[in-house]
Protein backbone atom coordinates (compact mmCIF):
# COMPACT_ATOMS: atom_id res chain seq x y z
CA UNK A 1 0.00 0.00 0.00
CA UNK A 2 1.46 3.64 -0.95
CA UNK A 3 2.12 5.39 2.16
CA UNK A 4 -0.67 8.57 2.97
CA UNK A 5 0.93 11.95 2.31
CA UNK A 6 -2.63 13.71 3.31
CA UNK A 7 -5.43 12.34 5.11
CA UNK A 8 -8.61 13.67 7.14
CA UNK A 9 -11.37 12.37 9.47
CA UNK A 10 -14.51 14.14 9.39
CA UNK A 11 -13.17 17.95 9.16
CA UNK A 12 -15.85 19.92 9.91
CA UNK A 13 -15.57 24.21 9.76
CA UNK A 14 -17.89 26.13 10.82
CA UNK A 15 -18.54 30.26 10.67
CA UNK A 16 -20.67 32.32 11.98
CA UNK A 17 -22.85 33.94 8.90
CA UNK A 18 -25.39 36.39 8.80
CA UNK A 19 -28.19 37.16 11.83
CA UNK A 20 -26.27 35.07 13.88
CA UNK A 21 -26.68 32.03 11.59
CA UNK A 22 -23.99 29.42 11.43
CA UNK A 23 -22.50 28.71 8.42
CA UNK A 24 -20.31 25.15 7.42
CA UNK A 25 -17.66 25.32 5.19
CA UNK A 26 -16.86 22.20 5.44
CA UNK A 27 -18.98 19.20 6.24
CA UNK A 28 -17.44 15.86 8.09
CA UNK A 29 -14.34 16.01 4.35
CA UNK A 30 -12.88 12.42 4.27
CA UNK A 31 -10.14 12.12 1.83
CA UNK A 32 -7.12 10.35 1.62
CA UNK A 33 -4.17 11.29 -0.47
CA UNK A 34 -1.15 8.81 -1.49
CA UNK A 35 2.47 10.19 -1.66
CA UNK A 36 3.71 10.67 -4.78
CA UNK A 37 0.25 11.40 -6.09
CA UNK A 38 -1.16 14.78 -8.13
CA UNK A 39 -5.22 15.18 -6.39
CA UNK A 40 -7.19 17.79 -7.14
CA UNK A 41 -9.73 19.42 -5.49
CA UNK A 42 -12.59 20.54 -7.85
CA UNK A 43 -15.23 23.15 -7.27
CA UNK A 44 -16.92 26.39 -7.69
CA UNK A 45 -15.93 29.39 -5.78
CA UNK A 46 -17.09 29.00 -2.24
CA UNK A 47 -17.77 25.49 -2.69
CA UNK A 48 -14.92 25.14 0.63
CA UNK A 49 -11.91 24.30 -1.15
CA UNK A 50 -8.85 27.32 0.22
CA UNK A 51 -10.76 26.52 3.53
CA UNK A 52 -9.42 22.82 3.31
CA UNK A 53 -6.37 24.01 2.28
CA UNK A 54 -5.75 26.76 5.23
CA UNK A 55 -6.68 23.69 7.27
CA UNK A 56 -4.09 21.07 5.64
CA UNK A 57 -1.28 24.45 5.78
CA UNK A 58 -1.91 25.16 9.69
CA UNK A 59 -3.72 28.82 8.56
CA UNK A 60 -6.42 28.10 9.82
CA UNK A 61 -8.09 25.77 13.11
CA UNK A 62 -10.97 22.78 12.02
CA UNK A 63 -14.22 22.91 14.02
CA UNK A 64 -13.85 19.65 14.45
CA UNK A 65 -12.34 16.54 12.87
CA UNK A 66 -8.32 15.88 12.19
CA UNK A 67 -6.29 16.03 9.25
CA UNK A 68 -2.51 14.50 8.54
CA UNK A 69 -0.30 15.66 6.88
CA UNK A 70 3.56 14.22 5.60
CA UNK A 71 2.50 12.58 9.10
CA UNK A 72 1.85 15.70 11.29
CA UNK A 73 -1.10 16.10 13.27
CA UNK A 74 -1.86 19.77 11.80
CA UNK A 75 -3.07 21.31 15.02
CA UNK A 76 -0.97 19.42 17.45
CA UNK A 77 2.35 19.08 15.23
CA UNK A 78 1.71 22.32 13.47
CA UNK A 79 5.41 23.60 14.04
CA UNK A 80 7.09 20.81 13.03
CA UNK A 81 5.06 20.41 9.89
CA UNK A 82 5.54 23.47 8.50
CA UNK A 83 8.92 22.73 7.10
CA UNK A 84 7.77 19.87 5.26
CA UNK A 85 5.06 22.24 3.44
CA UNK A 86 4.58 25.10 1.24
CA UNK A 87 1.25 26.79 -0.47
CA UNK A 88 1.21 28.81 -3.56
CA UNK A 89 -2.26 30.61 -4.31
CA UNK A 90 -3.13 32.00 -7.85
CA UNK A 91 -3.08 36.18 -7.72
CA UNK A 92 -1.61 36.65 -4.20
CA UNK A 93 1.40 38.81 -4.43
CA UNK A 94 4.59 37.24 -4.09
CA UNK A 95 6.54 39.30 -1.99
CA UNK A 96 7.76 42.83 -1.41
CA UNK A 97 7.72 44.92 -4.38
CA UNK A 98 11.07 47.25 -3.49
CA UNK A 99 13.00 43.89 -3.19
CA UNK A 100 14.17 42.43 -6.71
CA UNK A 101 12.69 39.14 -7.11
CA UNK A 102 16.11 36.97 -6.37
CA UNK A 103 16.02 39.06 -3.05
CA UNK A 104 12.50 38.01 -2.43
CA UNK A 105 13.44 34.03 -2.94
CA UNK A 106 16.31 35.12 -0.63
CA UNK A 107 14.20 36.10 2.01
CA UNK A 108 11.80 33.47 2.24
CA UNK A 109 14.56 30.54 2.28
CA UNK A 110 15.85 31.98 5.37
CA UNK A 111 12.28 31.82 6.72
CA UNK A 112 13.15 28.01 6.34
CA UNK A 113 16.55 27.98 7.59
CA UNK A 114 18.01 27.11 4.74
CA UNK A 115 21.99 27.38 4.70
CA UNK A 116 23.53 30.21 2.21
CA UNK A 117 25.37 27.60 0.17
CA UNK A 118 21.73 25.69 -0.49
CA UNK A 119 19.82 28.79 -0.81
CA UNK A 120 21.94 30.13 -3.50
CA UNK A 121 21.84 26.78 -5.32
CA UNK A 122 17.61 26.58 -5.04
CA UNK A 123 17.73 30.21 -6.18
CA UNK A 124 19.72 30.04 -9.42
CA UNK A 125 18.08 26.41 -10.40
CA UNK A 126 14.61 28.01 -9.81
CA UNK A 127 15.14 30.98 -11.37
CA UNK A 128 16.65 29.17 -14.52
CA UNK A 129 14.06 26.71 -14.79
CA UNK A 130 11.03 28.69 -14.30
CA UNK A 131 12.63 31.22 -16.85
CA UNK A 132 12.81 34.58 -15.49
CA UNK A 133 16.34 34.41 -14.70
CA UNK A 134 16.78 37.25 -16.68
CA UNK A 135 15.09 39.17 -13.88
CA UNK A 136 16.85 38.64 -11.01
CA UNK A 137 17.87 41.83 -10.43
CA UNK A 138 13.93 43.75 -11.47
CA UNK A 139 12.46 44.64 -8.66
CA UNK A 140 9.03 42.68 -8.15
CA UNK A 141 6.37 45.30 -8.58
CA UNK A 142 8.01 46.04 -11.66
CA UNK A 143 7.09 42.47 -13.34
CA UNK A 144 3.98 41.63 -15.18
CA UNK A 145 1.52 39.01 -13.34
CA UNK A 146 2.87 36.20 -15.59
CA UNK A 147 6.19 36.97 -13.82
CA UNK A 148 4.63 37.70 -10.49
CA UNK A 149 3.19 33.94 -10.87
CA UNK A 150 6.14 32.49 -12.05
CA UNK A 151 7.84 34.16 -8.81
CA UNK A 152 5.46 33.00 -6.87
CA UNK A 153 5.72 29.56 -7.75
CA UNK A 154 9.42 29.78 -7.10
CA UNK A 155 8.96 30.80 -3.36
CA UNK A 156 6.40 27.37 -2.84
CA UNK A 157 9.73 25.37 -4.43
CA UNK A 158 12.24 27.33 -1.93
CA UNK A 159 12.24 24.98 0.69
CA UNK A 160 12.05 22.07 -1.28
CA UNK A 161 8.57 21.11 0.44
CA UNK A 162 7.30 16.96 0.31
CA UNK A 163 3.75 18.56 0.12
CA UNK A 164 3.06 21.36 -1.70
CA UNK A 165 -0.69 22.64 -2.15
CA UNK A 166 -1.46 24.91 -5.05
CA UNK A 167 -4.85 26.75 -4.42
CA UNK A 168 -6.01 27.91 -8.28
CA UNK A 169 -2.41 28.75 -9.58
CA UNK A 170 -2.79 29.34 -12.99
CA UNK A 171 -5.66 32.41 -11.98
CA UNK A 172 -5.06 35.06 -14.18
CA UNK A 173 -1.95 33.91 -16.31
CA UNK A 174 -2.24 33.56 -20.36
CA UNK A 175 -2.34 30.33 -21.96
CA UNK A 176 1.22 29.49 -22.71
CA UNK A 177 2.42 30.99 -18.66
CA UNK A 178 -0.25 28.73 -17.53
CA UNK A 179 0.93 25.84 -19.55
CA UNK A 180 3.95 26.21 -18.46
CA UNK A 181 3.57 25.97 -15.28
CA UNK A 182 1.49 22.92 -15.06
CA UNK A 183 4.13 21.46 -17.25
CA UNK A 184 6.89 22.03 -14.56
CA UNK A 185 5.02 21.08 -11.59
CA UNK A 186 4.02 17.66 -13.12
CA UNK A 187 7.75 17.49 -13.91
CA UNK A 188 8.68 17.88 -9.81
CA UNK A 189 5.97 15.20 -9.04
CA UNK A 190 6.76 12.79 -11.71
CA UNK A 191 10.88 13.13 -11.06
CA UNK A 192 10.49 12.15 -7.26
CA UNK A 193 7.90 9.54 -5.37
CA UNK A 194 8.20 10.93 -2.10
CA UNK A 195 6.62 14.36 -3.63
CA UNK A 196 2.84 14.99 -2.94
CA UNK A 197 0.79 17.54 -4.87
CA UNK A 198 -2.89 19.05 -4.09
CA UNK A 199 -4.71 21.29 -6.77
CA UNK A 200 -7.47 23.38 -6.24
CA UNK A 201 -8.73 24.70 -8.78
CA UNK A 202 -12.08 24.87 -11.09
CA UNK A 203 -10.68 24.63 -14.13
CA UNK A 204 -11.40 21.07 -15.75
CA UNK A 205 -9.13 20.96 -18.45
CA UNK A 206 -6.55 21.32 -16.18
CA UNK A 207 -7.90 19.02 -13.63
CA UNK A 208 -7.98 16.51 -16.10
CA UNK A 209 -4.38 17.28 -17.57
CA UNK A 210 -2.47 17.09 -14.73
CA UNK A 211 -4.56 14.83 -11.90
CA UNK A 212 -4.03 11.17 -10.47
CA UNK A 213 -7.22 11.53 -8.94
CA UNK A 214 -9.68 14.40 -8.06
CA UNK A 215 -12.46 15.36 -5.68
CA UNK A 216 -15.54 17.25 -6.04
CA UNK A 217 -16.59 19.76 -3.93
CA UNK A 218 -19.92 21.19 -3.23
CA UNK A 219 -21.20 23.32 -0.10
CA UNK A 220 -18.69 21.93 2.19
CA UNK A 221 -19.10 18.84 1.02
CA UNK A 222 -17.23 15.88 -0.79
CA UNK A 223 -19.69 14.49 -3.46
CA UNK A 224 -17.75 12.43 -5.53
CA UNK A 225 -13.72 11.07 -5.54
CA UNK A 226 -12.62 9.00 -8.23
CA UNK A 227 -9.45 9.16 -11.27
CA UNK A 228 -11.45 11.86 -14.26
CA UNK A 229 -11.69 8.69 -16.55
CA UNK A 230 -13.71 6.72 -13.90
CA UNK A 231 -16.12 10.12 -12.81
CA UNK A 232 -16.81 10.51 -16.36
CA UNK A 233 -17.08 6.95 -17.65
CA UNK A 234 -19.69 6.94 -14.56
CA UNK A 235 -22.13 8.96 -17.42
CA UNK A 236 -21.30 6.97 -20.16
CA UNK A 237 -25.20 6.00 -20.69
CA UNK A 238 -26.24 9.72 -20.50
CA UNK A 239 -25.49 12.20 -22.73
CA UNK A 240 -24.75 15.86 -22.63
CA UNK A 241 -25.95 18.26 -25.41
CA UNK A 242 -24.44 21.64 -26.16
CA UNK A 243 -27.29 24.69 -27.64
CA UNK A 244 -26.47 27.93 -28.32
CA UNK A 245 -29.27 30.01 -27.61
CA UNK A 246 -29.59 33.90 -28.73
CA UNK A 247 -32.47 36.00 -26.28
CA UNK A 248 -33.44 36.14 -22.92
CA UNK A 249 -31.77 33.59 -20.64
CA UNK A 250 -34.43 34.20 -17.69
CA UNK A 251 -36.30 30.92 -17.99
CA UNK A 252 -33.58 28.24 -19.00
CA UNK A 253 -33.84 27.39 -15.29
CA UNK A 254 -37.42 26.14 -15.71
CA UNK A 255 -35.66 23.11 -17.78
CA UNK A 256 -34.85 21.51 -15.13
CA UNK A 257 -38.25 20.58 -14.34
CA UNK A 258 -38.47 18.35 -17.50
CA UNK A 259 -38.82 14.44 -16.77
CA UNK A 260 -35.19 12.75 -17.96
CA UNK A 261 -33.08 16.20 -17.51
CA UNK A 262 -30.60 15.44 -15.21
CA UNK A 263 -28.99 18.67 -14.65
CA UNK A 264 -28.75 22.43 -16.61
CA UNK A 265 -25.44 24.68 -17.30
CA UNK A 266 -25.11 28.05 -18.57
CA UNK A 267 -22.82 31.33 -19.53
CA UNK A 268 -23.71 33.84 -21.56
CA UNK A 269 -21.53 36.14 -24.13
CA UNK A 270 -21.93 39.51 -23.37
CA UNK A 271 -21.08 41.00 -26.35
CA UNK A 272 -23.15 38.76 -28.49
CA UNK A 273 -25.95 37.68 -26.09
CA UNK A 274 -25.85 34.27 -27.11
CA UNK A 275 -26.40 31.90 -23.80
CA UNK A 276 -24.52 28.62 -23.98
CA UNK A 277 -26.51 25.37 -22.48
CA UNK A 278 -24.87 21.68 -21.43
CA UNK A 279 -28.26 20.00 -20.56
CA UNK A 280 -27.35 16.95 -19.36
CA UNK A 281 -30.17 14.35 -19.95
CA UNK A 282 -30.99 10.76 -19.30
CA UNK A 283 -31.94 9.97 -22.86
CA UNK A 284 -31.96 12.38 -26.15
CA UNK A 285 -35.73 12.31 -26.64
CA UNK A 286 -36.03 14.45 -24.31
CA UNK A 287 -33.85 17.41 -26.15
CA UNK A 288 -37.26 17.58 -28.32
CA UNK A 289 -39.11 19.41 -25.56
CA UNK A 290 -36.60 21.38 -24.29
CA UNK A 291 -36.15 22.91 -27.31
CA UNK A 292 -39.52 23.52 -27.73
CA UNK A 293 -39.64 25.30 -24.28
CA UNK A 294 -36.90 27.65 -25.13
CA UNK A 295 -38.83 29.22 -28.40
CA UNK A 296 -42.10 28.92 -26.23
CA UNK A 297 -40.31 31.56 -24.27
CA UNK A 298 -39.53 33.55 -27.09
CA UNK A 299 -35.70 32.53 -27.55
CA UNK A 300 -34.10 31.07 -30.51
CA UNK A 301 -31.82 27.71 -30.65
CA UNK A 302 -29.31 28.69 -33.25
CA UNK A 303 -27.92 25.44 -33.06
CA UNK A 304 -27.41 22.13 -30.90
CA UNK A 305 -24.49 19.57 -30.79
CA UNK A 306 -23.65 16.54 -28.76
CA UNK A 307 -20.51 17.11 -26.45
CA UNK A 308 -18.09 14.20 -24.94
CA UNK A 309 -18.57 13.92 -21.24
CA UNK A 310 -16.47 16.91 -19.02
CA UNK A 311 -15.53 16.43 -15.11
CA UNK A 312 -18.06 19.59 -15.39
CA UNK A 313 -20.54 17.54 -16.63
CA UNK A 314 -20.38 15.00 -13.45
CA UNK A 315 -20.55 17.44 -11.25
CA UNK A 316 -24.01 19.01 -13.15
CA UNK A 317 -25.17 15.49 -12.86
CA UNK A 318 -24.69 15.26 -8.88
CA UNK A 319 -25.47 18.59 -8.04
CA UNK A 320 -28.09 19.65 -10.64
CA UNK A 321 -26.15 22.81 -11.72
CA UNK A 322 -22.93 24.02 -13.48
CA UNK A 323 -20.22 25.83 -11.88
CA UNK A 324 -21.11 29.45 -12.70
CA UNK A 325 -24.73 28.50 -11.24
CA UNK A 326 -22.93 26.98 -7.88
CA UNK A 327 -20.73 30.60 -7.52
CA UNK A 328 -23.93 32.82 -8.25
CA UNK A 329 -25.58 30.84 -5.86
CA UNK A 330 -22.65 30.94 -2.55
CA UNK A 331 -22.18 35.09 -3.39
CA UNK A 332 -26.43 34.91 -2.62
CA UNK A 333 -26.78 33.45 0.58
Not at 33 to 60: D, S
Not at 94 to 103: A, F
Request: net charge neutral; glycine share 8%; hydrophobic share 35%.
Amino acid sequence: MPELSIETVDLTRTFKGPSNTTVKALDRVNIRVNQGEIFGLLGPNGAGKTTLIKILTTLLLPTEGDAYVAGFHVVKQASELRSFINLVSGGETPGYGILTTRENLWFFSQLYGLPRSIANLRIKELMDKLQFAEYASTRMHKLSSGYKQRLNLARGFINDPKVLFLDEPTLGLDVLSAKNLRQFVKDWVRNDTEKTLLLTTHYMAEAEEMCDRVAIIDQGKIVALDTPESLKNKLERRRTVKLEVRGSSSKFGDLKQFSGVLGVSQSQDIQSEISTLKVLVEDESVISEVISRISQSGSKVISVSKTEPTLEDVYISLVGRGFEESEAQSTTQ
